[in-house]
Structures are given as structure tokens and as C-alpha cells.
């Protein structure tokens, strides 16, 4: 072989070596599912970031820098809304004054957790660190192909009313009531598009379904940063269309004010 020929040969397969390498160490494609002592709790997103290695693997333990890092670095998320939902989270931890919380201490029910999820079983039926196919399979019935403010509002809607009907001890805080609206506020704009709030179902279902990134779907990291304003602001979307269909049902109901909720972080029970 000619020594030209050897060393492009040489290069190409470092080349190919290197390209694996990165592949191999690029968060985004590797995942693993959490190993036995490992927590994970009732949120698909984190338990997803965790999974990625975002957020410690162990799902313990999270810090306020940890939390920061792992959202910029999975979904873009500014400081600003690190800040905001770790003082969230760290509520959760029955250690008062903790600097730290593990998944699983979001699980508790009431604090943050509230029956009538997306994805899984109210409080008296089971445990909301699994996720359910049985909820989950009711929520994607009603999205339809795009998961929109309207869509979303009438999944939301729905597992309410099961949920009312079936769950002899069924409760929501005002908070509760907030972060519905935020959560479904949140992954259409994160997994979708923040500006006109859509996003593609089968990228939700992979998520929700695998607690994984929808890399393999086509999902990228948003290349804008996403803030507390735009939450909040999308979170105000998906009330307007909660209570245009709760006060038509039951009129002068319903004139929450959701985002000051989120900032005040209210826990007074509404059913
Ligand atoms: C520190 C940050 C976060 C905290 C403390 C948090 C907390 C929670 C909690 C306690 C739940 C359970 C609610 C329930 O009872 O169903 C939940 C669910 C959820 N979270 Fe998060 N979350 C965080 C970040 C995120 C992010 C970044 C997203 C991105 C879109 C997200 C999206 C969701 C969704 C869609 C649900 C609903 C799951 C369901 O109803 O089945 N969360 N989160």
C-alpha cells in the first residue's frame, strides 16, 4: 500500500472513531433507565433529563447549580426559570431549609403533586412516580394529531372529570390547579413550538411513553432560550381556554389568577 493511501486510510478511521466517540459521549443519544437505589419521581420531564444524565443519574441530591445546568443544557432554560422552579422543588424535600431534593420527594401529595395528571393515577389509586398507560391512553385520545391550547385544555378537561368521578378522595389545590395548566403550558412549548404553542403528538407520546428525548423523532434543543415570561405568558393561553370551557359549563365559576399562583405559590385546596 502506498504510504498516501495508508495514511488517508489512517485518518479516515480516526475520523470515524472520533465521530463514535462523540457520538457515545453526546447526552442527547445516550440514556439509560434508572438502576436499582435509583429514584425518579412524577414528573416525565426530569425523570427524562435524569435519564440522559442532565440531571444526576441517581436522581438524588439535586442542587440548585445541578437543576440550572441540566435544563440549560437540555432545554435551554435561562437562569431565571431554574431559579424559579427549584424553589419549587426544594418545597418538596421534607428537610426544611434543604439546599438539595431528590425526584421522588415531588411525590408528595398536595405539595406540588396533584391528582388529575396526564399521565398518571390520582393519589388514592397508586403511586405517582409510575407512570400509567391506562391515564396516559385517555389524555393522547383527546390531543389529536397536534397538541395546541385547545387540544390540550380538553385532555386536561377530560382526566379532570374521570378523575372527579372516580377517585372517592379527588383534590386540587389552587397551585395544583396552576401547575396543570403550566405543565401542558410547558411541553408544548418546550417539544413544540413556543410562539404559536403546537407541537407534533407523537413527540409528547415518545417522550411521556420512554422518558426519553424525541432526538430519534427529529426533536432538537430549542435554539431560544425559554424564560419565566414565556411560561407564564403560555400559561395564561391555556387559562384563558380553561375557563372559557369551565364557565360555560358553570358560568362566573372560574377567574383564576394561575400565573400569580405559580409566584406565590398558593396550596389552598378549590375541591
Ligand atoms: C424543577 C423543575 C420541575 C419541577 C419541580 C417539576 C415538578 C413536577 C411535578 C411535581 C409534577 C407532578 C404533577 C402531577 O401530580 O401530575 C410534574 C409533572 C409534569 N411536569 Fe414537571 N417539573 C419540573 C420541570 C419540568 C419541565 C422542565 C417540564 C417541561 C416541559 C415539565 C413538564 C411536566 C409535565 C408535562 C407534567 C405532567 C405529567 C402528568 O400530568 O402526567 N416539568 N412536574
Request: include cysteine; glycine fraction near 8%; proline fraction near 4%.
Amino acid at each position: 500500500m502506498r504510504i498516501a493511501t495508508f495514511l488517508s486510510f489512517t485518518v479516515a478511521a480516526a475520523a470515524t472513531q472520533a465521530a463514535a466517540k462523540n457520538a457515545t459521549q453526546d447526552p442527547f443519544e445516550q440514556w439509560d433507565g434508572p438502576k436499582a437505589g435509583d429514584v425518579r419521581g412524577p414528573c416525565p420531564f426530569l425523570n427524562t433529563f435524569a435519564n440522559h444524565g442532565f440531571l444526576p443519574r441517581s436522581g438524588k441530591y439535586i442542587t440548585e447549580k445541578d437543576l440550572a445546568n441540566g435544563l440549560f443544557n437540555a432545554v435551554h432554560f435561562d437562569a431565571n426559570i431554574s431559579q424559579f422552579l427549584f424553589d419549587f422543588a426544594v418545597s418538596t424535600n421534607p428537610q426544611p431549609n434543604s439546599t438539595w431534593f431528590s425526584l421522588d420527594h415531588l411525590s408528595r401529595h398536595n405539595v406540588l403533586e396533584h391528582d388529575a395528571s396526564l399521565s398518571r393515577v390520582d393519589a388514592f389509586l397508586g403511586h405517582a412516580d409510575v407512570f400509567n398507560q391506562q391515564a396516559f391512553d385517555e389524555t393522547r385520545s383527546h390531543w389529536g394529531d397536534i397538541v395546541n391550547v385547545e387540544s390540550g385544555t380538553t385532555a386536561i378537561l377530560a382526566r379532570m372529570k374521570t378523575c372527579k368521578a372516580t377517585d372517592p378522595n379527588y383534590s386540587l389545590s389552587d397551585l395544583g390547579e396552576a401547575f396543570i395548566l403550566g405543565e401542558t403550558a410547558a411541553f408544548i412549548s418546550i417539544l413544540g413550538d413556543a410562539k404559536s404553542i403546537t407541537v407534533d403528538k407523537k413527540l409528547v407520546e415518545y417522550l411521556f411513553q420512554n422518558e426519553r428525548l424525541p432526538t430519534k423523532l427529529g426533536w432538537k434543543r430549542p435554539g431560544t432560550p425559554f424564560t419565566t415570561d414565556i411560561l407564564l405568558e403560555n400559561l395564561g393561553k391555556v387559562q384563558v381556554e380553561y375557563e372559557k370551557r369551565l364557565n360555560a359549563t358553570s358560568p362566573g365559576k372560574r377567574s383564576g389568577e394561575y400565573a400569580g399562583r405559580m409566584i406565590h405559590g398558593s396550596t389552598k385546596l378549590i375541591y
